[in-house]
């Protein structure tokens, strides 16, 4: 495996080409009969072993360990066929070279594999991975179990219980360039922004959106007052969302005749206020919440 971590002695290096040998690698490959039906493939059950093995043209290698293998033990049957398909294949060429997600699959790997992050050598060692690991590595909320990593990692093989994040599909992109001839430095540096992008991307999806944050800190409010208290300055709210019904087309075409698109879409008035949109626009300024609040939800006096 190419290294995943810096080395401070290096003294093994691997070296590969950047592009394909053909320019139509990519074209051909997508286009074969079952290659898809091959990427989705299980290849922690039997069924999907033969085929990754069938696929890499490691059948007698293959055939060769279940003579001597124990039954029953997937894990162990599935790191010796990675290890089959790396060394004894002449198949496995696919480039991955620009690809967006293949961290997940990396992890999903380790999982698999049942194997510490050797930071030294960058070893897969099946069944390394210990429930000590996990107490040295102060792992949150990590509880003790009677079974070992690679019972538990056999237990979800087997589907004895789920496991969705080993189980399910994941989606990964990759970017080849049809010109041979292009810049690399520029290219590359495209990709970093693109990497980029979807990395901030991704850390403002997992931050509490505004609503959320509203919604905390009125709740926090409320407990900063009596029932009486609250039922005297009860706003009162003029606008409310409303449900959709399924209707079919002639009814749908005479409320639009009777009450126009509100009847029908059931949207509240302050969606399209002015003093909503200004509130939207900035709604960590205090007078803009303040016009906002005083407009739609005027208190009791």
Known sequence: MIRLNPQQVQNKSVTCNLFPWKDNYFSKLFTEEGFRTFLETNATTPEGMLLV???????????????????????????????????????????IRFVEGLHRHAAIVMCLTCSTFDLQDNKLVHNSLKKKEFRLAGVPHYKETDMSPIQVLNSIIKAEFD??????????????????????????????????????????????????????????????????????????????????????????????RKDGEKSAAQYPGLLISEEYTNYIKDPFKKERTLTFLSAKSPHHV
């Not at 033990?73 to 010796?80: K, P, Q, S, T, V």
């Open 163 to 256: 496991a969705p994040m080993l189980t399910n599909h994941i989606q990964v992109q990759f970017l080849h360039p049809k010109n041979k001839k292009l810049e690399i430095d520029p290219s590359m540096n495209l990709l970093k922004q693109m990497s980029m992008w979807i990395s901030t991307n991704k850390k403002l999806s997992a931050e509490p959106t505004i609503s959320k944050r509203l919604a905390e800190d009125l709740t926090e409010i409320l407990s900063l007052s009596t029932p009486d208290q609250r039922r005297k300055f009860c706003p009162i709210i003029h606008d409310k969302f409303g449900y959709q019904n399924d209707v079919d087309m002639r009814k749908f075409e005479q409320m639009c």
């Open 53 to 95: 093995a069938t696929h890499y043209g490691v059948n007698d290698k293959w055939n060769s360990w279940l003579g001597q293998s124990l039954g029953g033990d997937y894990a162990r049957d599935y790191f010796e066929l990675l290890k089959i398909s790396k060394i004894f294949s002449n198949n496995d060429n696919l480039w």
